[in-house]
């Protein structure tokens, strides 16, 4: 192997490790923040009266809040215009929200768990879901900015 060559895979090393570090980085604050949605919604359906699609909504804004905060301060540091990334990671979480509530919904309408069950299904489809528009998108800084 040449010298060129033997820098070559140094480098595409050293960019497999960044990217697998900000994957576990992502992935950290997924399984926090699935896991608030999670609580949030359980707690909602088992200690109020409120219906499961109202509880699976506060759940998720919970969850974006803490999402947006960790994935933007942490996993991402401080990706460019805060309120630009806000506005793309919220459009990405809002199509996994709704894709996560027509999931629940159809769940709920085939009879095929409880609801508790349901909203840990539909919840837990989110995290892939956002990693990856997040990761080339959302949190994507230009070299202008």
Same mark, same amino acid.
Request: some cysteine; glycine content about 6%.
């Given at each position: ?9 140094? *480098? ?8 697998? &570090? ?5 992935? *950290? *604050? =997924? ?21 499961? @699609? ?10 974006? =809040? ?16 805060? =309120?630009?990334?806000?506005?793309? &990671?919220?459009?990405?979480? @809002? ?12 769940? @709920? ?15 837990? *489809? ?5 990693? @990856?528009?997040?990761?080339?998108? =959302? ?7």
């Amino acid at each position: 192997m040449s010298i060129k060559e033997s820098e070559e895979v140094s *480098v595409t090393r050293h960019r497999l490790l960044r990217e697998l &570090f900000i994957a576990a980085r992502f992935g *950290v *604050v =997924g399984v926090c923040a699935t896991a608030l949605h999670i609580g949030v919604v359980w707690s909602l359906i088992s200690c109020t009266a409120m219906p499961t @699609l109202l509880a699976n909504l506060v759940a998720f804004l919970c969850a974006f =809040g803490l999402s947006f905060s960790g994935n933007y301060i942490w996993t991402f540091s401080n990706p460019g215009s805060p =309120g630009k990334a806000m506005r793309r &990671f919220f459009l990405i979480s @809002l199509t996994a929200f709704l894709i996560n509530s027509t999931l629940l919904a159809t769940i @709920l309408a085939s009879g095929w768990l409880s609801p508790r069950l349901a909203a840990v299904a539909s919840a837990s *489809v989110v995290p892939g879901i956002t990693f @990856l528009a997040s990761r080339f998108w =959302g949190f994507r800084q230009r070299r202008s900015e």
